[in-house]
């Protein structure tokens, strides 16, 4: 039996959830001596956070370093075990599945790293890198076919098929990043998180790049989950966008909803501190950059996890946890004082 | 205004085994009392190498400093001996880098790497030098600062660690300080208080600053003069507004195009510059941005076009530069 017959095609159609995220959780344990690990703290680096994902769309995933965003996307792909929650992927939760039963849904969801430089194996070439996840996977045994496939994929990506034979030092950083694309695209994946896929580019090469993953998403039918911290980028990417605070989802809207009229302080501090390429806009926009920084994961403050950083806290801040709600349709926010 | 500094037809090469890389090629600006200066581009396009070249940084072999001038307050750095650069570095001219965690050193704390430089340059004696060391931390906006100058970088975060490093810059009241990258590890929230710092610790204490950097928004925000560089030669230069707005060289088009952008609707596509830079062992008689470029014409091949006016103090390295016209409107 081959492995992608034990599981049906995912027949989610446009439009509807391919992914539900309930109430993900995902604990760290910091450990204390030698031989006998005590458990003395926990690092709650993702702390209960639910969203949904509709097939064909791109949610970007929004938020400062630490914040859980990267481990958000790494449970989804089960390289992290969640401690508690629910991971529905096309009607299967892939939170109770053993290694042995994931196998065939990893094909469905890939994922693209930030750092072209260090998620390319350096001695293998190019091509086999593109090609090993169908042979690891059993998709294309045949060498000769494989091959074939391998150079589709790397015209599909705009890399010059001559350089299968290519190592990743041989490549630019443009290059090396098209070559985790099309790996990512080598199993016919339903679903990519792409993790802070263009952010090591330069300028010009990003262009290029977000352009691919906008071509690719139309002509596959793919579904990305974006995470990015680079908001412009979000913005141009993204169709609904979420922001991430210590573990904590704290807004979700539609793209331009969120962008146009943010809700919680913390995006609107976010938004605020980009500042625009044009000198004269710049000249009137009055900065008022949010103070301090981000707290310890590990010791999250009481209430409001962004109450000590926020400008228009309360009291009760300090003590209630706010109630992630939907204040208008499809748009939620985590805020008390909205 | 007097330039303190004054760059002239500046080259630093690099001699390795594959060639000799031409990474600073005959660069020009000045930088005047109390003024910010950006330095744009793109990776390997000599933006680092041409302000450490300034301090006489370069590791030399493999680099070395071929030809042309700095003037700086009247000094030829080029001239001065290795003891003479030595009171240069640190008390007239400073360095903020990008890497926070990497510049400090692991193993002193934070209050003996500021008290060092102050010892050193300014013979303050150990009680003179703590207590200003004290009041730098205080300035950089790091509150509890007796207890801070007793930790090593490993405790402070991100953030912190580039408050220490501009509280290292100021220490001595130098007339400029070069920032390479400063908040390119950083998150947003903490680059803007960053470059806030700065930007009120320069008009305050009147410090001319150079900001490396590749981010288009830090430079509209916080430049008075930018140059713009490509492949070792700075291609375009002018006031923030003449760049933002009327872009003259078809790389500084290219890149203001291919943003997403916050303060405009959202378009359907990017406009890259489609390619790659150039290999810069492999430059030819031409104009370094020609195989990207969507303006060039047979003399691009010939001959590299100079620096030329095309306004007042804007200028652009381009044979096309009165030619964009109608483009220009779009980036603008």
Request: overall charge negative.
């Amino acid at each position: 039996m081959s492995a992608q017959e034990a599981v049906p095609a995912s027949g989610v159609q446009k439009g509807e959830v391919l992914l539900d995220v309930r109430n993900l959780k995902m604990y760290f344990p910091v450990t204390e001596g030698i031989i006998f690990h005590k458990v003395v703290a926990e690092v709650k680096a993702v702390d209960g956070i639910s969203f949904q994902i509709h097939k064909g769309e791109t949610l970007g995933l929004v938020g400062e370093s630490g914040c859980g965003k990267t481990t958000t996307g790494r449970c989804i792909l089960q390289l992290e075990r969640a401690t508690s929650g629910e991971i529905i992927f096309a009607g299967q939760n892939l939170a109770e599945l053993d290694a042995n039963a994931l196998r065939p849904w990893r094909q469905k969801i890939q994922v693209i790293f930030q750092d072209p430089y260090s998620s390319l194996n350096p001695r293998m070439k190019t091509g086999d890198i593109v090609g090993e996840p169908m042979y690891v996977h059993g998709i294309e045994p045949d060498a000769g076919k494989r091959e074939r496939r391998v150079k589709e994929l790397f015209s599909v990506c705009g890399l010059p098929v001559k350089m299968i034979d290519r190592y990743p030092h041989e490549m630019s950083g443009g290059q090396r990043q098209r070559v985790g694309i099309a790996r990512a695209l080598s199993l016919n994946p339903d679903f990519i998180i792409c993790d802070e896929a263009v952010s090591a580019l330069d300028v010009s090469i990003q262009a290029q790049v977000i352009n691919l993953l906008e071509d690719l998403r139309e002509e596959f039918g793919l579904t990305y989950l974006f995470i990015a911290h680079d908001l412009s980028v979000v913005r141009h990417l993204c169709h609904r966008v979420a922001v991430m605070y210590l573990g904590k989802i704290v807004e979700l809207a539609d793209c331009d909803e969120l962008y146009d009229n943010p809700l919680h302080p913390y995006t609107q501090a976010l938004l605020s501190a980009v500042p625009v390429p044009d000198p004269d806009i710049e000249a009137k926009r009055a900065h008022q950059p949010v103070k301090g920084e981000v707290p310890s994961p590990m010791n999250p403050p009481s209430g409001c996890v962004f109450h000590p950083r926020c400008p228009s806290a309360v009291d009760s801040c300090k003590s209630l946890i706010p109630e992630f709600r939907e204040v208008k349709p499809g748009h939620w926010v985590a805020c008390s004082e909205v | 205004m007097a330039a303190i500094l004054e760059v002239e037809n500046l080259q630093t090469q690099f001699f390795t085994s594959a060639g000799t890389v031409r990474a600073v090629d005959g660069i020009t600006y000045s930088v005047n009392r109390g003024e910010t200066v950006a330095i744009v581009g793109e990776s390997g396009c000599g933006k680092s190498v041409g302000a450490l070249s300034i301090l006489r940084l370069i590791p030399d072999p493999p680099g070395r400093i071929v030809g042309g001038n700095i003037r700086f307050m009247g000094m030829d750095i080029l001239a001065l001996s290795d003891a003479e650069i030595r009171k240069v570095r640190g008390r007239r001219i400073a360095m903020v880098f990008q890497e926070p965690m990497t510049s400090l050193n692991p193993v002193l704390t934070i209050g003996r790497q500021l008290t060092e430089t102050l010892e050193h340059h300014l013979d303050m004696d150990r009680a003179a030098a703590d207590a200003r060391a004290t009041e730098l931390l205080g300035m950089v906006g790091i509150s509890d600062a007796k207890r801070r100058l007793a930790q090593y970088p490993h405790h402070l975060s991100g953030g912190m660690r580039q408050r220490v490093m501009i509280a290292m810059a100021m220490c001595c009241e130098p007339e400029l300080i070069i920032a390479d990258e400063p908040t390119t590890a950083l998150d947003v929230t903490i680059q803007a208080q960053i470059l806030e710092l700065m930007r009120d610790l320069s008009k305050r204490l009147g410090v001319a600053l150079i900001i490396i950097t590749h981010n288009l928004g830090v430079v509209a925000r916080y430049a008075d003069r930018v140059n713009v560089m490509y492949a070792g030669k700075i291609i375009e230069q002018g006031s923030a507004s003449q760049i933002y707005h009327q872009p003259s060289h078809p790389y500084t088009l290219g890149l203001l195009n291919s943003v997403p952008r916050l303060d405009r609707p959202r378009q359907a596509k990017l406009d890259p510059i489609e390619g790659q830079p150039p290999d810069l062992t492999q430059l030819d008689a031409g104009c370094a941005f020609r195989p990207r470029c969507r303006f060039a014409v047979a003399r691009c091949a010939e001959e590299i076009p100079p620096l030329e006016a095309v306004g007042d103090g804007h200028l652009s390295a381009c044979w096309r530069r009165n030619d964009l016209g109608e483009n220009v409107g779009r980036a603008t």
